[in-house]
């Protein structure tokens, strides 16, 4: 991709970057994920005045709003799919007396923040799957974006969530859409002077972790965590968190959105409670309570609102935890960058069914093996200081959640990296007024990095890259910024597997996460969707997915994809010293389909025979 004004960046940025050194400006923080109470998973669409109301109140009153939880969403439900003659939304005044200015008004005086729903579609979600009083056809917002974002902010909103179902259901583009719903609202802005939030949730259907920054402050990248009248379950809290793991994309005040909370709801214990909340605060994902907040326990409240942990999730630097070791199947160690100096946040997650030791490692982290001080979140004790790393026990199916004060390793002023896989590069900059700009590592995805206005003094901001062994290249699309240091996490070491005779890399087209992608052949970039990471015999990408043999086959021609790591032995490969690499349960060499070097090509198991096409180098 070609950017504006790229060249003169690049040029700029190389020399810029042979001489930084660790950036010394301070930090300018970021936008924080959203933090509030959303009405779809105890109420779906059963709602009105009177069940927010009753919410706001047991919000305040049970501490959340003083921990920072201060919107208030209002899901779908809200109304039946009604205009008056120009156009505009009409509600029903029996639920909602004195229309939605009034709510909105009433969360105001609490100090707390509107929020509101509609859909990208004509038709809502209520209309296809009613839980209440079925909506009526023409409950979504298509062919009124501009005229309901202006509504919306007059009637005093602050944050809207824009659903898929009727942009689903009509076989919309998720790009192009939210695109002119985004542009809408900030053309309303410009004539209200209101700010709404965006949210976008297309259920992660077209990867909206690659486009959603400079779009959105925060999309959706699964489905919905619970439907109305399921149970909460922690599998399902898991899928989520794992559907949301997008470092790259996640920085200066955007976010990946794994989905509201289940904290507190029916069928989850308090432990796992605790273990989703620290999913999320390690993730930075935006902090949705789902649960009954007039009916909760005192526990589910403390839960929530635990300042340790929320800090963990709002910290300034707004960066995504990745996870950095996986020692044992099921074994996951998170480790999240935080503000400041040789600051992580370390959450280890125990899948199995096993209590277990479980380790981490400093130098895993990006810190130097020195003594660092551990702290324990939900114990809220201090540790002591430890060199090397820290071990602890975790019960089956649960988690620990740390802070590790330690110091930080070496930083670089250059693009070269010593092993493929993920750095924390830090930008130092100066700005009178907030700016966007495009940046693009080694021709990956472009990602829409925010500078926000730092009065013309010299600050900075992170972003998480994905970087290849050896020279990199960052491409700004404007002027780029007057220092760049690069802190490498070594526990996220990968390799690129290189085709001898494409000098293509296996690649998982489109940072797609969904199971069946078929590999294929790329122009090797050294992005998170072509770092493998090899492990017990597996090799791993995007962080849970494996090089898969489709539906076990053993014969010439079995189609190579990506699939949820399961340690089967379709999942087992052996890199030979010869170049080929072969499949444990075929015997079988991956392949690039029909020994063509094209970008696309596509990757197969075939007998192994010596050739050009099956021979692969790891960078």
């Not at 105890?42 to 009105?48: S, V």
């Not at 709002?314 to 044992?328: F, I």
């Amino acid at each position: 991709m070609k950017l504006r004004h790229a060249l003169s960046a690049l040029l700029l940025l190389a020399g810029m970057l042979l001489g930084a050194g660790t950036a010394s400006a301070a930090e300018a923080p970021v936008p924080p994920p959203v933090m509030g109470w959303a009405s779809w998973n105890t109420f779906a669409a059963k709602i009105d005045a009177s069940v927010i109301k009753a919410q706001a109140d047991a919000l305040v009153s049970a501490g959340l709003k003083d921990a920072g939880y201060t919107y208030v969403n209002i899901d779908e439900g809200w109304w039946q799919g009604t205009r008056d003659s120009a156009g505009n939304i009409t509600v029903d005044t029996a639920e909602w007396p004195g229309g939605m200015p009034a709510i909105a008004d009433y969360l105001h005086a609490k100090g707390l923040k509107a929020g509101i729903y509609t859909d990208a579609g004509r038709d809502g979600c209520g209309y296809y799957f009613p839980t209440g009083r079925p909506a009526a056809p023409g409950s979504g917002s298509e062919g009124h974006y501009l005229q309901d974002m202006l509504q919306f902010q007059r009637w005093g909103f602050d944050f809207v969530k824009v659903d898929w179902c009727g942009g689903d259901a009509e076989g919309l583009d998720p790009v192009s859409t939210y695109k002119a719903i985004s542009d809408a609202n900030k053309a309303a802005t410009a004539q209200t002077g209101r700010t709404l939030t965006l949210s976008i949730c297309d259920w992660g259907k077209k990867n909206p972790w690659n486009w959603g920054a400079g779009t959105a402050p925060m999309w959706r990248t699964s489905t919905d965590i619970i439907y109305y009248g399921q149970t909460a379950t922690l599998p399902q809290a898991l899928t989520n968190f794992d559907q949301a793991q997008h470092p790259v994309s996640q920085h200066t005040g955007y976010v990946n959105d794994p989905d509201m909370l289940t904290v507190g709801m029916p069928g989850l214990t308090a432990a796992q409670g605790r273990t989703e909340l620290g999913m999320w605060a390690v993730s930075g994902a935006p902090l949705l309570a789902g649960n009954n907040l007039a009916t909760m326990t005192a526990e589910t409240a403390n839960i929530l609102k635990n300042r340790e942990v929320v800090a963990v999730d709002q910290d300034p630097r707004g960066l995504q935890g990745v996870k950095v070791a996986e020692d044992a199947a099921g074994l996951q160690v998170y480790g999240k960058v935080l503000s400041g100096s040789g600051k992580r946040a370390v959450l280890l997650l125990n899948r199995t069914s096993s209590a277990a030791t479980m380790t981490v490692r400093w130098a895993d982290l990006g810190l130097t093996t020195a003594s660092a001080k551990v702290r324990n979140l939900w114990a809220g004790s201090d540790k002591g200081g430890y060199t090397t790393g820290y071990s602890v026990s975790v019960p089956a199916d649960d988690s620990v959640l740390l802070t590790v004060q330690g110091t930080d390793a070496a930083q670089s002023g250059g693009t070269t990296a010593a092993a493929t896989g993920l750095a924390v590069a830090t930008f130092t900059y100066s700005a009178t007024t907030t700016r966007t700009q495009t940046l693009t590592v080694n021709g990956q995805q472009p990602t829409v990095v925010a500078f926000p206005a730092t009065g013309g003094a010299a600050k900075t901001v992170s972003a998480i890259v994905s970087l290849g062994k050896g020279a990199n290249t960052l491409t700004f699309g404007g002027t780029p910024p007057s220092a760049v240091s690069l802190l490498p996490l070594p526990g996220t070491t990968g390799v690129q597997v290189a085709g001898t005779q494409s000098g293509r890399c296996l690649d998982v087209n489109d940072n797609s996460i969904a199971n069946g992608v078929r590999t294929q052949l790329w122009d090797c970039a050294a992005g998170p969707n072509q770092t493998w990471v090899p492990v017990r015999g597996q090799l791993v990408v995007n962080g849970t997915k494996c090089l898969d043999a489709y539906d076990n086959g053993t014969t010439n021609g079995t189609a190579v994809v990506s699939w949820d790591c399961n340690g089967r032995r379709n999942q087992q490969w052996t890199l030979n010293t010869n170049g080929t690499i072969t499949n444990a349960l075929s015997g079988l060499c991956l392949d690039a389909s029909g020994a063509a070097t094209a970008n696309g090509t596509k990757i197969i198991l075939w007998a192994c025979g010596g050739g050009a096409n099956q021979q692969w180098t790891r960078r």
